[in-house]
């Protein structure tokens, strides 16, 4: 397991353990929350590269995911 740091309640800071692949530091990226589950994608790492992962954090389990995105071409 890995541990992260998390913010909960009542301004305190607790660290986690996690399981999957903990994404890389990032900013300019998008967020949201859909049925207890972060999804985080794109932004800018800290050595400049532009990201396009999308990965999704379960809050019921505290597991990260790699979201694996297909595309067909007509």
Same mark, same amino acid.
């Given at each position: 397991?890995?541990?992260?740091? *998390?913010?909960? #309640?009542? &301004?305190?800071?607790?660290?986690? #353990?996690? #399981? +999957? #692949? @903990? ?7 998008? *967020?949201?929350?859909? &049925? &207890?589950?972060?999804?985080?994608? +794109?932004? @800018?790492?800290?050595? +400049? ?10 809050? +019921? ?9 297909? *595309?067909?071409?007509?």
């Amino acid at each position: 397991m890995k541990k992260i740091i *998390s913010f909960l #309640e009542r &301004n305190v800071w607790y660290l986690i #353990e996690v #399981e +999957g #692949e @903990i994404p890389t530091a990032r900013y300019s990226h998008v *967020s949201f929350m859909l &049925n &207890n589950v972060l999804y985080v994608h +794109g932004g @800018i790492s800290s050595s +400049g590269e532009v990201l396009s992962s999308i990965f999704a954090f379960d809050f +019921g389990d505290f597991r990260f995911f790699f979201l694996y995105l297909f *595309s067909s071409k007509h």
